[in-house]
């Protein structure tokens, strides 16, 4: 069966390199696909001066910068239409494969259970954290609702600059890294993170998009695992593969300034939870 990756590649070539050599140390032979988000900073061109002759690796340049879930499904398209792939990982450019077994054992694992999504331990190389499965409350209808007024509010306080002072200094953070239990075992019907998916060739053979259209970032998980549960498809983790992730390093080479960061989080939170709630509004009607 034909294994494909998809990187979504911005401003970072460093971690873009590294995540590409991890794949290559991979037991089982693959298919590499580099999605640049129109990253204008020269990385995309040091990424192809080192992989540009290489046959198992394409490079695919978007004009303008899409967003997480439609830069993705870029690569996640052409995997699937242009080279027919069995199975499509979806990985952050920031993570790097630990166990070099992963494609034999992803396989395995869908012969044996025949799932649509799969994500293996996922650690946070910031905070120790053990990222799969993930475990957060998925909010209903009326508090994402109740969530868009809110981040909208938060836009324009930030935009009027009163945002440090209705905020105050609030308490100081915990500095000790954080750590977490992870299953020991394959588990089903779970929401898994972002930075590594594996989709299946029942779900491909259904699906034309890998996450669903309309977010720029954010809450593509939540989005994602509603919309398979109302397919009724079957998500899966699996302890028995390891990769870590640095996280948020395309985001961070773009946003220096604290106030444009928030800004550009809080306009984004809004427009992913209107998609998030049009999903809920579907899978109860």
Not at 72 to 85: D, E, F, I, P, T
Not at 163 to 182: E, F, Q, R, S, W
Not at 211 to 239: D, H, Q, S, W
């Amino acid at each position: 069966m034909q294994f494909c990756f998809v990187i979504l590649h911005y401003r970072t070539s460093v971690d873009t390199i590294e995540c590409v050599e991890s794949i290559k140390r991979l037991e089982d032979k693959s298919y590499i696909i580099i999605v640049d988000n129109a990253s204008e900073n020269g990385s995309i061109e040091e990424v192809e001066k080192k992989y540009g002759g290489d046959s198992d690796i394409i490079i695919i340049k978007n004009k303008k910068n899409l967003g997480f879930a439609a830069g993705n499904n870029v690569g996640y398209q052409y995997a699937k239409n242009k080279l027919k792939a069995d199975f499509i990982a979806v990985i952050n450019n920031d993570t790097i494969i630990e166990s070099t077994n992963l494609i034999s054992h992803l396989t395995e694992v869908y012969n044996k259970y025949q799932y649509h999504l799969i994500g293996p331990d996922i650690v946070s190389v910031a905070q120790n954290y053990h990222q799969n499965p993930k475990t957060d409350t998925v909010p209903d209808l009326k508090t994402s609702k109740r969530e868009i007024w809110r981040y909208r509010a938060l836009y324009l306080v930030s935009k009027l600059h009163i945002y440090d002072i209705l905020k105050g200094k609030g308490p100081a953070k915990d500095k000790h890294k954080i750590t977490n239990d992870v299953p020991h075992e394959i588990v089903n019907n779970a929401m898994l993170h972002g930075s590594f998916v594996v989709f299946s060739p029942l779900f491909i053979k259904n699906e034309d998009y890998c996450f669903r259209p309309g977010t720029f970032l954010y809450v593509e998980e939540a989005i994602l695992y509603k919309y398979c549960v109302g397919k009724n498809y079957k998500m899966m983790f699996t302890p028995y593969v390891k990769v870590f992730h640095k996280e948020d390093s395309s985001t961070n080479s773009l946003f220096s300034a604290t106030k444009q960061k928030r800004e550009f989080v809080f306009k984004n939170m809004i427009k992913s939870l209107k998609v998030y709630c049009k999903i809920l509004k579907e899978n109860r009607d």
